[in-house]
């Protein structure tokens, strides 16, 4: 869809991207598509027809589907993204793109193959993040890389600009707990990577002509790239995702009918990004009544048969948040 500025007659293009997340194994992923030219890989996006789509979401659904074969299950708005520059060059007064973001689920169960574009697949979101993955442990790239180069940049900006509540060396110890025993909070997603992008510390940064990067002589390598902003819309979904895990059912969505307790606790650390103590995990699950026993063993759990479960629907009528209040951690 484009529309036209009247002051400046400046056609503008209304878009969908989609980050659509699905678990295979233990592991969260992200289906992303190949850039035109060799550009970089980047998540799936498709224009808004006015005509043939009644609604945003009626198109996403739609042209995901025809152009991967993919059904998608929950999906929700994010954001719109439209900042000059997402899609042109400095200068450039062409058609300026204006994209509605979505975070979208889907089965790799329910897929009948891979998706249908030549290039797309799914790939780890901790490629894109690994900063994000304390499933083992913290990330060494933190302490390594991440916390040195943003105190020295934070010492220096703060000097010329005291007009934030936050100073910068208060957001990097409130985004990435700086501080011995500071507290992690995994939905910050977005602003530890917006925090990286504004100290010049991602590719994104450098491509867009960031000082803070171009005064740089070698960046550290904090995850793959992406093209335009859409490292900047996957770390919204994935923050809203896990946001979402503590007050509405939605990992459900990600698992196949059928369950063990295992599998569901290693889906919401695959997403959470945190280890979870499997005692106090299957105490929260219980408390929350959120399954319920099927009655049968699953024997493919590779050691003894373990009892299978399923969402417990009533659980929706019950309370209006039903999710999995999983506590953050110290760092």
Partial sequence: MTVMSEKLLTPIEIGLTAAIVSING?????????GANDELTGLPFGP?????HRTFEIGLRAWVEEQTGLQLGY???LYTFGDRGRHTSPGD?????????????????DTASEPNVAGASFEPWYRFFPWEDWRKD?????????????????????????????SRADRVRLYFGSDEGAHWDEERVLDRYELL?????????????RPAALARRSLPNLGAAMRFDHRRILATAIARLRAKLKYRPVVFELLPAEFTLTDLQRTVEAISGRHLHKQN???LVESGALVEPTGEMSTQTGGRPAALFRFRREVLQERPAPGLRVRGRRS
């Fill in 75 to 77: 999906a929700e708005q």
């Fill in 281 to 283: 995990f299957r105490r």
């Fill in 138 to 166: 913290k990330p060494a790239l933190i302490d390594r890389d991440i916390i040195p180069a943003l105190n020295t940049w934070a010492a220096k900006s703060d000097a010329l600009n005291l007009s934030r509540a936050l």
């Fill in 93 to 109: 007064t062409g058609v300026h793109v204006a994209s509605i973001g979505y975070l979208a689920l889907t089965r790799i169960a």
């Fill in 26 to 34: 233990n592991e969260p992923l992200i289906l992303t598509a190949p």
């Fill in 48 to 52: 808004f027809d006015a005509v043939s």
């Fill in 197 to 209: 992008y504004e100290a010049g510390l991602v590719e994104e940064a450098r491509r867009d002509g």
